[in-house]
Nanobody, 126 residues
Framework: QVQLVESGGGLVQAGGSLRLSCAPS????????MGWFRQAPGKERDFVAA????????VYADSVKGRFTISRDNAKNTVLLQMNSLETEDTAIYYC???????????????????WGQGTQVTVSS
């Protein structure tokens, strides 16, 4: 059973930083593209960032560009999302996702990802 486990969420004041981690349980994802999405209450799940299998290509949502950084350490089997200059609008549950199919362009749609974690709550207070 493929499982992804997110960690690192919490409560932070606006302007602060958090770092989210995603690690697989029971398998390695070093050959797969990975993504982060988020879902605020009453809203759809939105794309945040994605990274290719080797870590040399990334893509970001406009709303987080310049503030968030996605990275991966395949040796440690971990994907990270560094979030700086957090805003109250960043409050959401953040999900890690794994894309098994090979694609030239990094995926930004939820249906393009095959496996999902349970999510970690990020709350930014004013």
């Amino acid at each position: 059973q493929v499982q992804l486990v997110e960690s690192g969420g919490g409560l932070v004041q606006a302007g602060g930083s958090l770092r989210l981690s995603c690690a697989p349980s029971g398998h390695t994802f070093s050959t797969y593209a990975m993504g982060w999405f988020r879902q605020a209450p009453g809203k759809e799940r939105d794309f945040v960032a994605a990274i290719n299998w080797s870590g040399d290509r990334t893509v970001y949502a406009d709303s987080v560009k310049g503030r968030f950084t996605i990275s991966r350490d395949n040796a440690k089997n971990t994907v990270l999302l560094q979030m700086n200059s957090l805003e109250t609008e960043d409050t959401a549950i953040y999900y890690c996702a794994e894309q098994r199919r090979r694609a030239v362009v990094l995926a930004t749609k939820t249906y393009e990802y095959d496996y999902w974690g349970q999510g970690t709550q990020v709350t930014v207070s004013s």
